[in-house]
């Protein structure tokens, strides 16, 4: 063990940092452990639900700005989140002090609560967050252990490691709010809605969120594509930008393709995970960002310049928002296509698609 410090975030330029005593790393034979996430449509959903009557299934949203049971959106940070979770008799964890403690020689302390730095501590948040929405009256998803919703109260909420994201009326969010209140700490990053006095925008996993008069608006991280321009070189004057993020490879480009030297790897890797994440919330460049990463393993020259026409894209489209316009709807739509034996060089296909509550884009995918 030893003692980590790293800056966690920054915003409005003034940098969060966190300091962990704990590293505990997996050792040869020790089983792995997984605690769930919920994929990044249950956030999207949230915000669909803040903006669509599902009237057959008996959710309603009330868009009055004067009215006591209006629609809001809830984001909370649970402080500290995993000095919440008890640690369990059966598998006890054993770690060394910090020096400033001054213990005797040869002593140790035994956990009673996970601490950040230990393998379990994530499944034992969520384990404890789970609980604790449970006894309060919350169904949790089926499809995924991140999502609930309280039935009676008619609220909806994502739970992504310690981020609560909620929607429902005002009064059921000041319930839900009080509720966390009276077992963690938290600090609440927004409560959106349609009020005077509501918030129009925030931030929730790095993405902006706001509320108009139409409805609302999703975005990506904007400094996600400034940092991609930056390490491609193409954030510079005179760089001109393209109106497609990829072009279609002919079979003689293909065959003269050439393996980059062995020192480009690392940064061509650096750069399609880059890209390969953005895509998460942009649908324009998901599959030349697919594409690109299909090269991981053996970057090339084409993927390389791939990479960069998807750049000079962005260069030109460096934004691109969701938008839920308030609406009525009764299904999910799912639409998909198939590129049969597309890929020139393995002949594999990709299949893709959206799925779509109304006018909502939830979800969208390209896989080889």
Known sequence: VRWVETQTKATTNIPTYAAVWLNEIRSAGQDAI????????????????????????????????????????????ISRAYFNAKTSPDDP???????????????CALLKRHMYGTRRAAEGWQDECSSRLVEAGFVQGTASACVFRHPTRNIAV??????????????????????LRGHYELTVGGRLGPGPLDDKEARVLNRIVRWTDEGLEY????RQVEKLLEELELDGDGVNGVVTPGVKVHAHQAQADSELREHEHTRFRALAARANFLSADRP??????????????????LAQQALKRMGRYLRKHPRMVFSFPRQTASTIDVYSDTDWAGCIRTRKSTSGGCLMLGKHVIKTWSST
């Not at 324009?284 to 020259?301: G, L, S």
């Open 158 to 179: 994502s739970v992504h490691g310690d981020d609560f994201t909620a929607t429902g009326p005002k009064p059921q969010l000041d319930w839900f709010e009080g509720m």
């Open 34 to 77: 997984f605690a769930p996430t919920p994929p990044l449509e249950s956030l999207r959903m949230i915000l669909s639900m803040a903006s669509t009557d599902l009237a057959e299934q008996g959710w309603s949203i009330d868009w009055d700005p004067t009215s006591e049971n209006r629609t809001q959106i809830l984001m909370v940070d």
């Open 219 to 222: 975005e990506a991280d904007p």
């Open 284 to 301: 324009d460049i998901i599959f030349a960002a697919k594409e690109v990463c299909r090269f991981m393993a053996k970057p090339t020259e």
């Open 93 to 107: 964890i054993y770690v060394d002090l910090p020096p400033e403690v001054g213990a005797k020689p040869n002593t």
